[in-house]
């Protein structure tokens, strides 16, 4: 009996460090590997091998590792973002939605390169992540986000029947309702009259244009 207790010593410690083994495995099983075979096969039909798949630090098992709706294979070598990072270039759209669903590039943040990433825009502003100008008032939609805080989705954003663009070409404020200058005429009607959207009294008369249009039925443009 004594004679046997070395062998069992051994079989008992062989089956501890084999249950010790277990729980050091990472939780992906693909990352447990640490070596990359000879092997030509393609077990998850990604269109990678899973000597591919082992350098890619990929699942060779799962054919869409990071689960962004783009298989692995075409994630390397059609679309060139990254096989196990779900949004490749940061923009808060997975690779697949840019790729499938919004048309978007997934390998740039700002695909139509007007200061809005495309996330902000599907997200945030309902603009177009392809069209620089969404609302097609003649300012790109990161302007007018950041520089002159109009709606991008919107090119009249205060209604007053000058575009955003127009506004700013003239010098008025596309988010002031209206009437930039105050003096009773909306700033559209006035670039349709010919006054000034920024001088309440355009011809300097002592009557506001406003009064001038709608009330002494006179020329705004002339001094009376």
């Known amino acids: 009996m004594r004679g046997s207790m070395p ?8 089956v501890v460090l084999a249950t010790a083994s277990l729980w050091l495995l990472p939780s992906s099983s693909y990352a447990a590997h640490t070596y990359c ?3 030509s096969r393609d077990e998850d039909q990604d269109r990678l091998t899973n000597k591919m798949e082992c350098e890619k630090h990929t699942d060779p098992i799962n054919g869409d590792t990071d689960n962004d709706g783009v298989v692995d294979g075409q994630e390397v ?13 940061g923009d808060g759209l997975l690779d697949g939605e840019e790729i499938f669903k919004y048309g978007t590039l997934p390998t740039r943040a700002d695909s139509d390169l007007d200061g809005l990433t495309d996330g902000d825009e599907v997200k945030v502003y309902k603009t177009d992540p392809r069209n620089p100008d969404s609302d097609g ?5 990161g302007e007018e986000v950041n520089r002159y805080k109009c709606d991008p989705a919107k090119s009249d954003t205060d209604g007053d029947g000058l575009s955003d663009g127009e506004e700013v070409r003239q010098g008025t404020d596309c988010r002031q309702p209206n009437d930039t200058d105050g003096d009773g005429l909306f700033d559209g009607q006035e670039i349709k009259l010919g006054t000034d959207p920024r001088r309440p009294d355009t011809d300097g008369d002592g009557l506001r244009d406003g009064e001038e249009v709608t009330t002494h039925k006179t020329n705004p443009l002339s001094q009376d």
């Open 77 to 89: 070598m059609t679309w060139k973002t990254a096989p196990n990072n779900p949004d490749s270039d």
């Open 37 to 39: 075979p000879e092997d």
């Open 137 to 141: 008032d003649g300012l790109k939609d």
């Open 7 to 14: 062998g069992l010593k051994v079989m008992l410690l062989a």
